[in-house]
């Protein structure tokens, strides 16, 4: 167990939807960071946030946003849903002086059918 | 940009030594890191390498050569629950200094 939190689990939804993905970093982490990962491919990094401000910026789609709140949890905001939009979506957090160090949380898998 | 090279499958027998090597390209290297997945679970971190040389920690160890740009995670002993896949990525100053770009990574199956 890393000790970052993410729900939900599983999501199943439609085309065109929207969804919200949350993550709780590990205690004491500033920095959370969201990869995708599709079918036997490698982690793609999306976006990374410091304490509350947008730190670097990956391969993020238009139709996806982040944020990250006082509490240092943060959420993922995938809209317009398409079918190449499913994967695994990770959540990681690191610790403040070692960014190389990254935990990642369960992971919650998107189906968009 | 960035780009990595693993070897996308290794086959190993139990108690054996295997190794799984990583070239790279970036435009400005902050360092290596290995991470295993398990399937259906989430990364773990294994080590980091910003030098030159070798890094052990227990059964597994992490070597980096800088100026070849070229590292290689050892695993030693090796056991049925290694059976993962192991991801090289490197820290990367060119798309921000604190995203790690990942390989695709290598599927190491360990056999009887």
């Known amino acids: 167990d890393s000790g970052v939190t993410q729900t939900p689990k599983h999501l199943i939804t439609a085309t065109g939807q929207r969804v919200t993905l949350r993550c709780s970093p590990r205690?004491?982490?500033?920095?959370v960071y969201w990869y995708q990962q599709s079918l036997d491919q490698g982690l793609q990094f999306l976006i990374q946030?410091?304490?509350?401000?947008?730190?670097a910026k990956g391969n993020i789609l238009e139709r996806f946003s982040a944020q990250q709140f006082p509490d240092l949890h943060s959420e993922l905001n995938l809209s317009s849903l398409e079918l190449g939009d499913s994967a695994l979506y990770f959540c990681?957090?690191?610790?403040?002086?070692?960014?190389?160090?990254?935990?990642f949380g369960p992971g919650t898998r998107l189906l968009v059918l | 940009g960035q780009s990595l090279e693993q070897p996308s499958e290794v086959t190993a027998v139990e108690g054996a030594i295997v190794q799984i090597n990583c070239t790279y390209q970036?435009?400005?290297?902050?360092?290596l890191s290995w991470y295993q997945q398990h399937d259906g679970g989430a990364p773990t971190f294994l080590s980091y390498?910003?030098?030159?040389g070798l890094e052990e920690t227990g059964r597994f160890s992490s070597f980096l050569s800088r100026s070849d740009s070229y590292g290689y995670l050892l695993l030693q002993e090796l056991q049925m629950k290694d059976s993962a896949s192991y991801f090289c990525a490197v820290r990367d100053r060119g798309a921000g200094a604190n995203n790690l770009f990942f390989g695709t990574g290598t599927r190491l199956t360990v056999i009887p």
């Open positions: 205690s004491g982490d500033l920095s």
């Open positions: 970036t435009s400005g290297f902050y360092g």
């Open positions: 990681a957090s690191s610790p403040r002086t070692t960014q190389e160090t990254q935990y």
């Open positions: 390498n910003a030098l030159d």
């Open positions: 946030y410091y304490n509350g401000e947008e730190r």
